[in-house]
């Protein structure tokens, strides 16, 4: 007769294994110092399990140097796995493969109109997956998971977009399912907002911050929300869906229905109309962004609005949340201080002054490869402890 226990030596051992492997798992490298401070483990018990880590195969421990002094950087072993991202926009897809020590090992992008057909979408993410794996000269079956980003509101649980009026090419289809399929590998999946702010708080702008936004400003607007350094996506996967905040409830009508949300006021086809008189009917936004940048008025004019109005959205997220830091992704994070300043001036006119002293309105720091490199982040954050672990056996006390 073999009965578990629980609470025995063995099994606490066993979760301080998985804590440590999961602190790394997600920063990427931490000194044992800083995965004691992590873990709320002691210096000696970091030390004993990194050591075991180490010697399973499962970390990788480089000499580094910390305030001066000499410590030791603990990652996840670069051949324990691969992880695969792929991201999907309006307009393009990218690809990206990298290690468990967040070692981007092969990436690639390109142009697609991925609206006008899902079909001609997933053919070509099934050849680029396959291609860029096969450049690191890594096994496919070494691969953990893929993460996949979609550019509308998914519901999670089922891995169904939340409305078709987003993708209109892509009605009826289960992404994940579609996707895992065509590859053979588990895959999750989540919107662009939520991988902008994983891929700027795993790589980027939102290192080390708990709690924070990801304002992704492109053909919408959209937030991808970090509470307490986890995702926060609600029951039904549509938290952070600031653009159809209420501005004017006599404004244009929005395409969810409703009148003068926030969305309406910085659309790139409201933006663009604004500007087409006087800048012709060819404008683009990423052109609209250069000439601002290069000190055209009108564009400067039409972006700080935009801004103003992102702000007065980013003030009622602040009030709600108190996050201490938003990160500004999509194509108008481009325009710079242009576009950030008016955030934080409507952020200081809008918001409780002591929420609004505790945040700072920054650039993203990966600009177009925050959602990629957030479907890395996504695998390596829902691939689960134990993954990399050796099977043992459970903690038994064996009666005969
Ligand atoms: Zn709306």
């Not at 072993?77 to 695969?84: E, K, R, T």
Request: proline share 5%; aromatic share 2%.
């Amino acid at each position: 007769m073999v009965v578990e226990t629980p609470g025995s030596q063995s099994s606490l051992h066993r979760a301080n294994l998985e804590r440590v492997v999961r602190a790394v798992r997600l920063a990427g490298s931490l000194t044992q110092a800083e995965i004691a401070r992590g873990t709320g483990l002691s210096a000696a018990t970091v030390s004993n399990i990194v050591r075991e880590l180490r010697d399973n195969g499962t970390v990788q421990v480089t000499p580094t140097s910390s305030g001066g002094r000499r410590a030791r950087s603990v990652s996840l072993s670069g051949d324990a796995g691969i992880v695969v991202g792929v991201d999907f926009g309006h307009s393009h897809l990218r690809v990206a493969v990298g290690n468990l020590a967040h070692q981007v090992l092969a990436e690639q992008t390109e142009p697609i109109d991925v609206d006008a057909s899902a079909a001609q979408g997933f053919d070509r993410a099934e050849q680029l997956v396959g291609q860029l794996i096969a450049t690191t000269g890594i096994g496919a079956d070494k691969v953990i998971g893929v993460g996949l980003g979609v550019p509308g509101p998914i519901d999670v649980a089922s891995g169904v977009l939340g409305s078709t009026a987003i993708l209109p090419g892509w009605g009826g289809i289960n992404p994940r399912e579609e996707l895992a399929g065509r590859l053979g590998m588990p895959v999750h999946v989540d919107n662009d907002a939520n991988l902008g702010a994983l891929g700027e708080l795993v790589w980027g702008a939102g290192r080390g911050v708990k709690d924070l936004a990801y304002i992704k400003v492109a053909s919408g607007v959209g937030a991808g929300l970090v509470i307490n350094g986890q995702i926060y996506r609600g029951p039904g996967g549509t938290a952070g869906e600031i653009g159809h905040i209420t501005l004017d409830e006599s404004g244009p009508v929005c395409r969810c229905g409703n009148r003068g949300c926030l969305e309406t006021f910085t659309a790139a086809g409201y933006v663009l109309d604004l500007l087409r008189s006087s800048h012709g009917p060819d404008l683009t936004v990423p052109r609209m962004v250069r000439l601002a940048r290069d000190g055209d008025p009108g564009c400067r004019r039409v972006i700080a609005d935009v801004g103003r109005h992102v702000g007065m959205g980013v003030a009622n997220l602040c009030n709600v949340l108190n996050p201490s830091r938003v990160v500004l992704g999509g194509d108008l994070a481009e325009a710079g201080e242009v576009v950030l300043a008016p955030i934080r001036e409507s952020v200081a006119r809008y918001a409780i002054p002591s929420a609004a002293r505790q945040l700072a309105v920054v650039p993203g720091a990966l600009g177009a490869r925050a959602e990629v490199l957030g479907a890395l982040a996504l695998v390596l954050s829902e691939m689960g402890d134990s993954t990399l672990l050796p099977d043992s056996a459970p903690a038994t006390l064996a009666f005969t």
